[in-house]
């Protein structure tokens, strides 16, 4: 599986971005799909999930109603971010699985959970 990461870039803060995840494969394919970033010298951290066979999302608290992940009817996972605060400066990764157990805390599954990872693209939101 391979999954291509693209539209990061340097904005100002209250500025929006949308991330694309092109998949080697329909997205059905999966059973979740997700975005992490990752900020030097922090750990991984999961921003937003879609279950692929309901399209059931979860968000980290730190981007709920601001970030939005959707999925187009082929291969292709998008991250819609707004009101982008530099706190929000890290490498964005898309992942995939085809097993994904979601816990009761609402909360996006750890990266162990996932085995497929794209490169990443670098978000900076400047103040």
């Known amino acids: 599986v391979h999954l291509v990461e693209s539209g990061g870039g340097a904005v100002q803060a209250g500025g929006s971005l949308r991330l694309s995840c092109a998949a080697s494969?329909?997205?059905?394919?999966?059973?979740?799909m997700g975005w992490f970033r990752q900020a030097p010298g922090k750990e991984r951290e999961g921003v937003a999930l879609?279950?692929?066979?309901?399209?059931?999302t979860r968000y980290a608290d730190s981007v709920k109603g601001r970030f939005t992940v959707s999925r187009d009817n082929a291969n292709t996972l998008y991250l819609q971010m707004n009101s982008l605060k530099p706190e929000d400066t890290a490498m964005y990764y898309c992942a995939a699985t085809g097993s994904c157990t979601l816990g009761r805390d609402g909360s996006v599954p750890p990266a162990a959970t996932f085995d497929s990872w794209g490169q990443g693209t670098q978000v900076t939101v400047s103040s």
């Open positions: 879609l279950v692929t066979y309901s399209d059931v």
């Open positions: 494969r329909h997205t059905n394919t999966f059973s979740c």
